[in-house]
Structures are given as structure tokens and as C-alpha cells.
């Protein structure tokens, strides 16, 4: 079961600016254990975001985003306490998401 | 043969996970966009990138603000940030030339939503970085020479 | 791993003082290395510990499932706030001197009835095998930011602790003849591009010690001061040292004695 994001969303004039902060591994699939064997791929694959049933963000990812993914973007046309979900999946098919308002 | 197999199965895995991510956002219609552009992830230099996603006459830009470290302490972690002054900026990509699988991320930005992004990337050695910006107009990018070194032991 | 050791023996062996011939082209890869250091802001995955870490505190767990809210850091049953800045610190309870990690341990084992030799057995994250007590003290220490380190050595037993920690700080052994004080007895000494902080002296000591736990960039994981003290004794060729144990406590509270007055930072980010 994956850990919670960590998802700050800031009302400042009239955009909103995210931050999210993601607990994933994003194992390449080049990397080798310490006995020698190479540790399967498993990364983050696609991102999505909305915002009062719109789509703020979208994004697909391949294996060279950094461990413990962190994002930032900015949209308009929302307010405080508007919610504003994050979702991922990973190549494992994992998927997690979460919520938070908008302040 | 294990490769083929994995990867077969790879696929497989990212399409059900992406429909299932689509279906939930109510974007049927971008599920087709998104399982043909995975193929560009494959790609292992820039013209692989460029061809996977028919960009056919890539343009140099300074109305991309591209700010990437000179020099990257630990190539783990390399903070990147890219804003673009260039009018219906739909899509920003991200290419590290010199990693296994150069293609690192897709953001398409939507209407209403700033043509910026900021991630943190990784970068095997130093490389070019690049950052593409597709728009109505096609597509245009600049680029970045990040430096790696080594860490250090303790700290 | 194994090129990491190498060259970490290397650099050990050759550990060395700016030369002026290179001094130039160092000083503007420093002003590099801190730009791309400005970049990661405020933005450090440390946070994704401590949501852990605030939920193995506050959730009835183990085989007594009891929530952590009778743990006694130091400042009364379930106090936070702080606590950390304090410790190491006596407790009459355990009749010694401990540190946070070891604090936790003592809570988790009589509090919720863990067996101590499974949180151990996780005492350092590595990927997919989470350790609790990382997430636990990364929690804690956060909640002592903005405060003051500020230990005491008024009990007799704090201060044979802070003797027992100096005389390991300085205390030279292994095949390399290394104490603790080699790389951080003296100002301006560097392992390629880090530079060492001088630990006898206030502002080293504060830079330094208020500035762990840390997320280290080049591991992915959160690491704590137990694990920083155990990975210079491993860099020293030394015996493994032992978690929670009285060295790694006097180091710790050598440390944060020298650091008394440092506002706390921690977790910070690292390379």
C-alpha cells in the first residue's frame, strides 16, 4: 500500500500553485542489489490532477524522475477551499490518490 | 525473451493502469494520446524523442525559461524547472540525453493552466538536458549542460 | 555500494587541504553546489516521513494497540514540542541517559509490547523495507524546530555521557588510525566537495547537529543521527556501532552539548 502524498495547493492572486511531494521508489530497472541482481523496473508511469471536476494536470513519466517524486505547476480559476486531487500509477499498476483544499 | 516478455507485459500493466486513471478523470479521449505516446519513452536519443512525438523541425527558443543546475552535487536528484513564454503551450518535455532511457516526463498543460512545471529529474552523467515546449505553432526547446559529480563520502 | 566504499577509501587516504593552484575554479563550484542546493526551497521529501511518522505516533498500535501518547520524551507523557532539543537527556525511569532513538525503542518495546529485536532489525530504511523508527524520530525532531538545543549536564550520569562521547570523539583506532576529530577536530577541511564541519567549536557544531535528521538526496532515504554516528564509524574502519548504545548516546550528547544555543533545523536536506 503506498504512502500519502504530500500535496500544499496556495491561492496566490489569481493562481493557484502546487506542490506535491510523492513517496515512490521509481526503480529504473538499472540498478543492481546488493547480491548482484538487477532490482526490477517500478516507477510512477502517469500523474493526473483536478480541480472541481477539471483537469488541471496531466503527465506521463518514464524512469528518470527522481526518487520520492516532487512536482510543482500552476492553474487559475479556482478558489480557498476549492479540493484538488492528485492521483498516480505506477508500472506495477499501484495507483494512489490524494485530496486536499485549496488555501 | 525475458525482455520481450516483461516488456509485453509492461505494456499491458501501464494501459490497464491508464484507462483505469482516465476513466476515473472522465478522459476517455486522451487515453488514445497517452498509450501512443509511451513509445517515445523508448527512445534512446533526442531524434527517437523528436520522431516519436512527429516533431519534425524543432526550433531553439528564448521564450522558454529553463533553469537547471550547472553543476548537480548528486545526479539522484536534479532539481529542473521550465516555464514558457510561447503563446497555446500545450505540452512541455523533458529529455536527459544521456540516461538509459533519455524521454523523463510529458506534462500536457491544459487551458487554464500556467505553461510552468517544476520536477527533479536524474542524470546518469553530465548531459544536455533538454526542454521541449510543443505548441500550435510547433515545437521548440532549449537546452541545459548539467554538470555531475561525485559525492563524497559522509557529510 | 561497493564503488561508493572505494571511493570513500580513497578520498579518506588522500583527505586534503585546498591547494591555491585550484582554489579559483573551487570557489565558483561551491557557488554551484549552493545554487543547486537553493533550488530544492522549502521542498524536502523529509515531510513524507514525518506524515508517516505522525501516524505510528498517533495510531493504537503493536500487541497492547496503544497509541505513543504515554511516551515521556523528556518533557512530560506526550510532549513533543521541543523534546528533541533536549535530549539526550537522564530518565529515572531507565536509570539512564538517553537519546531520542533509544527513548523510542524503550516506548515501543514497554508501551506497545514490540519485540525490541524487530525495530531494530528495521532501525535504517532501505527502499521498500520502511523503518519505523526513522519515520518516528523524523516526526519528532520536526516538532523541535525553531528551538533552541539546549542539554543539560546537571546529572551526574549526563555528564559521564558527554566525558564518555568526548573521549570517543577523540579516541584514534582502526586500520587507519582515524578518530572522529581527523576530519572535524580542525576548520576548513573538505572530502572533495563537502565540507567538513569542525565539531569542537560552536558554530560547527550547531550547523551540523541542527541540521540532523536529514533527507540524503543520494540515498533517497531519511537518515538519522544514530545512523550518521554508525556510518562514521563505519567510514573509520571502526567496529560496527552499536544502536542506542552508550558511545552512540555520549557522541550524541558531546555533540549537541557543543551545539547548546543552535536553533534546530532538522530534517534538513542533504546531497
Not at chain 1, 73 to 90: E, I, N, Q, S
Not at chain 3, 163 to 174: I, S
Request: charged residues 20%; hydrophobic residues 40%.
Amino acid at each position: 500500500m503506498a504512502d500519502p502524498m504530500r500535496i500544499r495547493a496556495m491561492l496566490i492572486g489569481d493562481l493557484v500553485e502546487v506542490k506535491v511531494l510523492m513517496a515512490h521508489d521509481m526503480e529504473t530497472g538499472q540498478r543492481k542489489d546488493v547480491d548482484g541482481n538487477t532490482v526490477p523496473a517500478h516507477y510512477i508511469v502517469s500523474i493526473g490532477a483536478t480541480c472541481n471536476g477539471r483537469t488541471v494536470l496531466s503527465a506521463q513519466w518514464g524512469p528518470s524522475i527522481a526518487k520520492n517524486p516532487f512536482l510543482s505547476f500552476r492553474f487559475r480559476h479556482a478558489k480557498k477551499g476549492d479540493k484538488l486531487t492528485v492521483t498516480w500509477t505506477d508500472t506495477g499498476g499501484d495507483t494512489r490518490t490524494d485530496e486536499v483544499a485549496i488555501g | 525473451m525475458i525482455n520481450s516478455h516483461r516488456r509485453a507485459f509492461f505494456h499491458v500493466t501501464c494501459r490497464v493502469g491508464l484507462s483505469a486513471l482516465m476513466v476515473s478523470f472522465g478522459l476517455r479521449s486522451a487515453l488514445s494520446w497517452a498509450a501512443e505516446s509511451r513509445p517515445a519513452f523508448e527512445s534512446r536519443t533526442l531524434d527517437e524523442v523528436f520522431k516519436a512525438l512527429g516533431i519534425s523541425h524543432p526550433q531553439q527558443s528564448t521564450d522558454i525559461t529553463f533553469k537547471a543546475p550547472e553543476i548537480a552535487e548528486n545526479g539522484a536528484v536534479v532539481p529542473l524547472e521550465v516555464e514558457s513564454k510561447l503563446p497555446q503551450t500545450r505540452s512541455i518535455i523533458l529529455v536527459v540525453e544521456k540516461n538509459p532511457h533519455v524521454m523523463t516526463a510529458d506534462f500536457s498543460i491544459p487551458e487554464g493552466t500556467e505553461p510552468f512545471i517544476a520536477t527533479r529529474v536524474k542524470v546518469a552523467e553530465s548531459s544536455n538536458v533538454h526542454a521541449i515546449v510543443k505548441t500550435d505553432a510547433g515545437a521548440f526547446y532549449a537546452t541545459k549542460l548539467v554538470k555531475v559529480t561525485l559525492g563524497g563520502c559522509g557529510g | 555500494m561497493s564503488m561508493i566504499r572505494c571511493t570513500t577509501l580513497v578520498s579518506l587516504a588522500v583527505l586534503i587541504v585546498s591547494s591555491p593552484a585550484t582554489l579559483r575554479a573551487e570557489t565558483s563550484t561551491v557557488d554551484a553546489i549552493a545554487e543547486y542546493h537553493a533550488m530544492f526551497g522549502d521542498e524536502n521529501p523529509a515531510e513524507l516521513w514525518q506524515l508517516r511518522g505522525k501516524n505510528l505516533w498517533e495510531q493504537p498500535r503493536g500487541p497492547k494497540n496503544v497509541a505513543l501518547s504515554k511516551c515521556d520524551l523528556g518533557l512530560g507523557a506526550g510532549v513533543i514540542d521541543g523534546a528533541y532539543a533536549q535530549l539526550p537527556r537522564w530518565f529515572d525511569d531507565t536509570q539512564r541517559v538517553q537519546d531520542l532513538e533509544s527513548r523510542l525503542v524503550f516506548c515501543m518495546v514497554t508501551l506497545q509490547g514490540f519485540a525490541e529485536e524487530r525495530l531494530l532489525k528495521t532501525r535504517f530504511g532501505d527502499g521498500p523495507k520502511k523503518s519505523e523508527l526513522e519515520a518516528l524520530t523524523a516526526y519528532l525532531v520536526a516538532a523541535s524546530r525553531g528551538h533552541k538545543v539546549a542539554v543539560s549536564l546537571t546529572h551526574p550520569a549526563e555528564q559521564a555521557a558527554y566525558d564518555l562521547g568526548r573521549g570517543a570523539f577523540f579516541y584514534r583506532a582502526g586500520p587507519h588510525d582515524f578518530a572522529c576529530a581527523t576530519c572535524h577536530g580542525e576548520a576548513g577541511k573538505r572530502i572533495r566537495l563537502q565540507v567538513l564541519p569542525k565539531l569542537t567549536e560552536v558554530e560547527g557544531a550547531r550547523s551540523a547537529y541542527t541540521s540532523w535528521p536529514a533527507y540524503r538526496v543520494s540515498q533517497g532515504e531519511l537518515r538519522t543521527m544514530e545512523w550518521r554516528l554508525a556510518d562514521c564509524f563505519r567510514q573509520q574502519r571502526l567496529p560496527q556501532l552499536k544502536y542506542g548504545s552508550e558511545i552512540a548516546i555520549g557522541l550524541t550528547m558531546f555533540l549537541a552539548k557543543n551545539a547548546n544555543g543552535g536553533v534546530m533545523t532538522a530534517p534538513a536536506i542533504k546531497r
